[in-house]
């Protein structure tokens, strides 16, 4: 009997935690938790096959996620580098080059005008006063568009740039004025101020548009190279996913003797057609860049250096008149750029856009050529006011018509040619305008289908 309440003791003990534990859901619970997170139990479930489906379907799921995230984040961006290159950096670039532009017409019309002496015509008082204007006009646009760069003038070279004309605009147009008033007196001094008024157009005031010009075009030229590059962060992960999943599917098929699994079936469906999407895609848009560049900004750019040679060697034309140069510096400069010029419209490709003002624009330099060599044979003789004729008159054959209907020939060429831009690069922005949205979705399916796919498989082993 004593035995008996001995070994009854002793039991009851390891009954009072039994009691205990019905009595604590917490601690059971705890020791619930403890049992399954137990790093033993943990690796024997990784290694069963119940935990290696759940492995590879979250793998599977976190890939199709990642490959349209990153597919839809890297078109998302393409888009925004394309919408500010088409209405912030192309519009900057030709606003600088309309700058450019503005004061070579400034400074070819200003010599114009002073040759007639006097009062000068109208039409050319106008051509000079329109062109400072549309200087000014696009001296406020740079600042404008400007504005969000650093207000620092050292560190900002365009700010440099932009600074260096407003303050140096005034003071030409200042020795403008003055010669025209001493020019109008009769006060030969008046071509000294033209002279020194011109030197610093030429030395000072277009060196700085030329650069503010080719600092704007680079930066176009940048943002058409970054655009063409292929998308390799987007694709090399589609293809890793669609790696995966074809990988697990065979998987799938050796280990559990499944030959098809629907749900990736269409999740490796879904995937291949976001890439196949995003390279063809992206390739058209590309292309349209290519042709934005080679059918837009190379054609504008040759236009555009075409035009200014055009007012600049008008500029050393007029200006070997106002001086009465026998120097023969003006005639080396005229005759340099005008030979820049012919090699320009000479090599104009003849499947460009704007081909046509360029086949109007070479007659009309030839005759130019003409009127200018009958201008020096007239100084040669002596004949200062038949050379004066020649250069400045209104007749059709004299040099001012040829400038003038070569100039409007290359304006309307480099519009042609702005417009063909603009155009190709608003197609490369419209060939990715659903591509963003359809990543996003297709990842989405996919990952839902690898669900749908592992599902099946894991029930039966319940």
Request: aromatic share 4%.
């Amino acid at each position: 009997m004593a035995r008996t309440e001995q070994t009854t003791a002793e039991l009851r003990p390891s009954s009072v935690p039994e009691s205990a534990g019905r009595d604590n859901p917490a601690g059971l619970r705890v020791a619930f938790m403890r049992e399954h997170l137990d790093p033993d139990n943990m690796r024997s479930f990784a290694k069963s096959s119940p935990g290696r489906l759940i492995a590879l379907g979250l793998l599977l799921i976190g890939l199709c996620l990642a490959a349209g995230t990153v597919t839809a984040g890297t078109v998302g961006d393409r888009q925004r580098g394309l919408d500010v290159l088409l209405y912030d950096t192309e519009p900057n670039a030709h606003s600088a080059h309309r700058l450019y532009t503005a004061l070579s017409i400034a400074d070819a019309a200003a010599s114009t005008a002073f040759i007639a002496g006097g009062l000068e015509p109208q039409a050319v008082r106008d051509r000079y006063t329109q062109a400072l204007g549309e200087a000014s006009s696009e001296l406020v646009t740079q600042s404008s568009r400007g504005a969000g760069h650093s207000s620092d003038v050292a560190a900002d070279p365009d700010a440099r740039l932009r600074t260096g004309i407003i303050t140096g605009l005034p003071v030409y147009s200042g020795l403008v004025e003055t010669a025209r008033t001493n020019n109008r007196s009769g006060y030969p001094v008046g071509a000294a101020y033209l002279s020194e008024a011109s030197n610093q157009m030429q030395t000072t005031l277009l060196p700085m548009a030329e650069e503010l010009q080719s600092r704007r075009s680079a930066e176009v030229t940048d943002a058409q190279r970054n655009h063409v590059r292929p998308p390799w962060s987007a694709i090399l992960l589609l293809i890793v996913t669609l790696g995966v999943l074809v990988w697990v599917q065979t998987d799938l098929a050796r280990r559990w003797r499944r030959v098809l699994n629907p749900g990736l079936l269409f999740a490796s469906a879904g995937i291949l057609i976001l890439l196949a999407w995003t390279v063809i895609a992206g390739s058209v848009s590309a292309a349209s860049m290519i042709h934005a560049r080679d059918d837009g900004m190379v054609p504008s750019s040759r236009l555009t250096e075409s035009r200014i040679l055009a007012q600049q060697a008008r500029a050393a034309e007029t200006l070997k008149l106002v001086r009465r140069d026998a120097t023969g510096d003006y005639d080396r400069t005229f005759d340099t750029d005008i030979a820049r010029l012919a090699d320009l419209l000479g090599g104009y490709p003849a499947s460009a856009p704007a081909a046509d003002d360029v086949r109007n624009a070479v007659p009309a330099l030839e005759r130019w050529r003409i009127a200018h060599q009958r201008m020096n044979d007239a100084l040669a003789r002596g004949d200062f006011n038949a050379a004066a004729t020649l250069a400045t008159g209104p007749g059709a054959a004299e040099a001012t018509a040829q400038v003038d209907a070569l100039d409007r020939s290359l304006e309307q060429g480099i519009a042609k040619t702005r417009d063909t831009l603009r155009g190709k690069i608003s197609q490369a922005a419209r060939v990715l305008d659903y591509l963003g949205a359809g990543a996003m979705v297709l990842g989405i399916l996919a990952a839902g289908c690898v669900g749908l796919g592992i599902w099946p498989r894991l029930r039966e082993y319940r």
